[in-house]
């Protein structure tokens, strides 16, 4: 089918007509919540608070069923996951009493657990649940706003729902982006021209396995390669995994193509096998074609070779994931990076993405104030904890200034740090948009340093950019340890690296150029770590490369012990009881160099 006779066939339709009213009236009420942000903070928060009054956590505080503002602030503590776990491991248990908040908990939130520590749950409600389907509701309309031309085509997006299990109390535990497919009102969403997968449902819902979910796309996207205009995944770091994936499967989906057939070692579930079938033909001349650009010495720019009217890759781009965007423009060429989701994590659906098409890394989000109720601690540049003991409401930020994101939700979290280090760069309306910047956990230190995540990238990014200038060799992924068996203790970086030309990566790095990374990682981190370093409290940064493959068997074993493809994040700090990724990592190694000369160490 072309583009043209689709576009004029959704057009046409009655379900795009009522949806192009719903759409208008989503907008105006955009408008209405970001123009009078104060006004609804203050209706959400009351209406928490009469909700959960009879919680008894809120009891144990003596709120006494106040409401307003002041006395939460002045009786509620800023809280974390610690406070919360003992109400939240009854829970798993099985009590029904109403210990956070008031209302039913239906199912259990779990965190993507990538810092190395086990995985936080979250008691989510069916109001919670609500909300998260009142925030998607928001970015079909605006993304058509800002991208009309997207309901011309098909959007391949790339994600997997995680099967849950049930805890010993019987509720199922999820992770927030299987939670929100499963639920109903995924299944029965509205119709949404912006948003016309590729791929059905039944594979999405019913896969059994990251590897089934992932031919499925590829195959469906690729029989219907004329009408994809965006392509996606949730992260950067799982677009890129996705990518990797293609090149070891299209030898298979080639030959399925060419003959009609579906591969039932690759597709064994029968429902997703009929899900599939009304999508087959046998295509030979179209398996040639893919055969010869997957075959290509290069995969760059194969994004627009193998689907050639794509136009957008649909990612987050911000914070760690920054570090992925050389590799999205290596597969993407031209194609537009673009970022249409909201700002969500375990803890809620907190905003949206309104202008998706800003530079890549630049993505910001309009924090919606229906949402939650918003709180913040102002963070200094100089890494303090905190400037004071102030915490801002959300009509109180400043443009330019870092803040520290508390929530308090419908389902029970009260003045709770999400650790999310935010920064205001503008406002829609009255409402703030901000960028996420960094989780506000250190990620390495040997003493009294701090190394945060942002400190890591920066400057592993600049040590990447040396080895693609001079070598063609692209940073596939990193992490970081310290070695604690050296006197001094050191930072250890290990970096996983790509060419199209694998004869580079089995020869040696020069020692001058590693010796000039090890001077671009160490120029981005603090004050603090040089003092350390001129003092001899912390020894020479080493960097260690391992082979190809090495970060994907760190991939399958999170996996393994129960991470969402779609959520999962590499963990840029791995810590002493992280023995099996440390392994595998030296299982890897290729080439290790420890920085040995003072110019490793450039000026404070």
């Known amino acids: 089918m072309s583009l043209n006779k689709l576009e004029g066939e959704v057009e046409e339709s009655q379900l795009y007509n009522e949806w192009r009213k719903s759409a208008k009236k989503t907008l105006e009420y955009l408008e209405d919540i970001t123009r009078n942000p104060g006004v609804y903070q203050e209706q959400m928060l009351a209406h928490i608070l009469k909700k959960n009054a009879n919680s008894v956590y809120l009891q144990e505080l003596a709120l006494n069923g106040a409401t307003d503002i002041d006395t939460f602030r002045k009786l509620v503590p800023v809280s974390d996951y610690e406070r919360i776990l003992p109400f939240v491991q009854r829970i798993v248990q099985g009590d029904k009493a109403p210990l956070l908040g008031c209302d039913p908990v239906v199912e259990l939130i779990a965190s993507s657990g990538t810092t190395g520590g086990e995985s936080k749950l979250y008691p989510i409600t069916e109001e919670q649940r609500r909300l998260r389907t009142d925030l998607q509701a928001l970015r079909g309309p605006n993304l058509n706003q800002k991208l009309p031309g997207l309901i011309k085509g098909k959007y391949l997006s790339l994600s997997y729902a995680v099967p849950g299990r049930r805890t010993e109390g019987g509720l199922m535990r999820l992770a927030v982006s299987t939670s929100s497919i499963k639920h109903e009102s995924w299944r029965n969403r509205p119709f949404d021209p912006t948003n016309v997968c590729t791929t059905p449902d039944t594979v999405i819902l019913e896969a059994t396995s990251y590897e089934e979910s992932t031919y499925c796309h590829f195959m469906c996207g690729l029989l219907q390669r004329e009408e994809v205009l965006r392509i996606g995944a949730i992260f950067a770091s799982a677009f890129v995994r996705y990518m990797t994936k293609l090149e070891e499967l299209w030898p298979e989906i080639c030959a399925d193509i060419a003959n009609g057939t579906l591969s039932e070692s690759r597709v064994p579930n029968e429902l997703v096998r009929e899900a599939i079938q009304p999508f087959l033909r046998a295509d030979p001349k179209l398996a040639e074609i893919l055969r010869q650009e997957c075959s290509a010495k290069s995969w760059e720019g194969i994004i627009t070779k193998l689907w050639p009217n794509c136009q957008y890759i649909d990612t987050i781009t911000t914070g760690t994931m920054a570090a992925y965007i050389p590799m999205l423009s290596h597969y993407g060429g031209n194609v537009q990076i673009i970022c249409s989701t909201g700002y969500a994590s375990s803890e809620g659906h907190l905003g949206l993405a309104l202008n998706p098409t800003c530079s890549p890394g630049e993505t910001s989000y309009t924090l919606i104030p229906t949402m939650c109720y918003f709180e913040f601690i102002p963070v200094p540049v100089d890494g303090q904890e905190d400037i004071n003991d102030e915490v801002l409401d959300l009509t109180s930020l400043k443009e330019g200034q870092e803040y520290e994101l508390l929530v308090t939700t419908v389902f029970g979290l009260y003045r709770y740090r999400v650790g999310d280090i935010l920064k205001v760069v503008g406002f829609y309306n009255a409402a703030p948009s901000v960028q ?86 160490e120029s981005a981190f603090n004050v603090s770590y040089k003092a350390h370093r001129a003092s001899k409290r912390i020894g020479s940064l080493e960097l260690r490369i391992v082979k190809g493959g090495t970060f994907q068997r760190l991939t399958e074993l999170a996996f393994q012990r129960g991470a969402t493809p779609s959520q999962y994040k590499t963990p840029r700090g791995l810590g002493h009881k992280d023995y099996a990724q440390l392994q595998i990592l030296t299982d890897g190694l290729l080439q290790h160099y420890p920085a040995q000369s003072s110019s490793s160490l450039p000026d404070s």
Request: glycine letters at 4%; aromatic letters at 6%; proline letters at 3%.
């Open 436 to 521: 996420f910047m960094r989780r506000k956990n250190t990620v390495l230190s040997v003493d009294t340093d701090k190394t945060d995540e942002q400190e890591l990238q920066t400057g592993v990014t600049g040590a990447a950019k040396l080895l693609e200038d001079q070598l063609g060799l692209r940073l596939q992924e990193y992490t970081s340890t310290v070695d604690y068996s050296t006197a001094p203790p050191h930072y250890v970086i290990f970096m996983e690296l790509k060419s199209d030309d694998d004869t580079v990566l089995g020869e040696s790095i020069p020692t001058y150029l590693l010796d000039q990374c090890c001077a671009s990682v």
